[in-house]
């Protein structure tokens, strides 16, 4: 009787730890997504280019690509703000940073890739400021 006893005890433990976990697990995965398209430097869609992700707060980055038709989806993500950027052929996009979404939300964007002698220099833009 004591083994029953202490076997439904330990059940009943186990139980409840994996309950936490399966529900820590699905708050972690949350219910928003990110949609778009990569464009090449010609403004066609680029087929499977890397999209490169992270939240903003510096979590581990992810990778997705573009399927046929340049276009990609990163889902079930939690609320938060967001870094991405496209690659492909060894063009890059400038980084999104801090882009939004809300729970629930799908946020849809357009990464457009250019040619590094098309990405302003850092300070360029202070120098070119008029006095």
């Known amino acids: ?17 994996l309950a ?11 219910t928003s997504a990110i949609s778009g398209v990569v464009l090449g430097p010609n403004d ?6 890397t999209i490169t992700y992270q939240s903003s707060a510096g979590s581990a980055a992810h990778v997705v690509h573009t399927d046929a038709h340049g276009c990609f989806v990163v889902s079930k993500l939690p609320a ?7 690659s492909a052929n ?25 040619y590094a002698k098309q990405m302003p220099k850092p300070g360029s833009l202070a120098a070119s400021k008029p006095n």
């Not at 009787?1 to 730890?17: D, E, N, P, V």
């Not at 938060?80 to 496209?86: F, G, Q, V």
Request: positive net charge; charged residues 25%.
């Open 1 to 17: 009787m004591k083994r029953i006893s202490c076997w439904l005890i330990l059940t009943a433990i186990a139980g409840a730890a």
């Open 20 to 30: 936490s976990t399966v529900q820590a697990n699905t708050e972690k995965k949350g």
């Open 44 to 49: 066609k869609p680029v087929a499977r280019a």
């Open 80 to 86: 938060d703000n967001y870094d991405l950027r496209a």
């Open 90 to 114: 060894g063009i890059f996009s400038e980084w999104e940073k801090n882009f939004t979404i809300h729970n629930g939300e799908t946020r849809s964007i357009t990464l457009h890739l250019i």
